[in-house]
């Protein structure tokens, strides 16, 4: 009851929630460039959490969610060898123009948010 109200409060929660998990956004801007296996995903995204490695599991279940909301596609073709390929949907591709937008945002700003970071803190223990 308590998330529907939350949720109604401000409708682009599900939305935040969905990329704020620790996969979605690295396996939109894997797409981004165009359709990928599930392995190739798997090791890309692997690739790119140093401290972490993506599960089997873990990318079905964010692949499933993703193509749930409209995001990714997942065609299948059984010629000559049965391939399965993921790639973005014109939803999926609006939201990686954006998001770029908010990487290209957080580029031009990073610094100003460390330095904010550190005189605050600086201020905490003092």
Known sequence: MQAERAESACPVRGLLNRFGDSWSVAIINLLSSGPVRFNELRRKASRLHASSEISARMLTLTLRNLERDGFVHRSVSQFP????????????????????????????NENKIHASQRRYDQRRTE
Not at 81 to 108: A, M, N, P, Q
């Open 81 to 108: 060898i049965l391939k399965v390929e993921y790639g973005l949907t014109e939803l999926g591709g609006s939201f990686s123009d954006l998001f770029l937008g908010i990487c290209e945002w957080h580029r031009d």
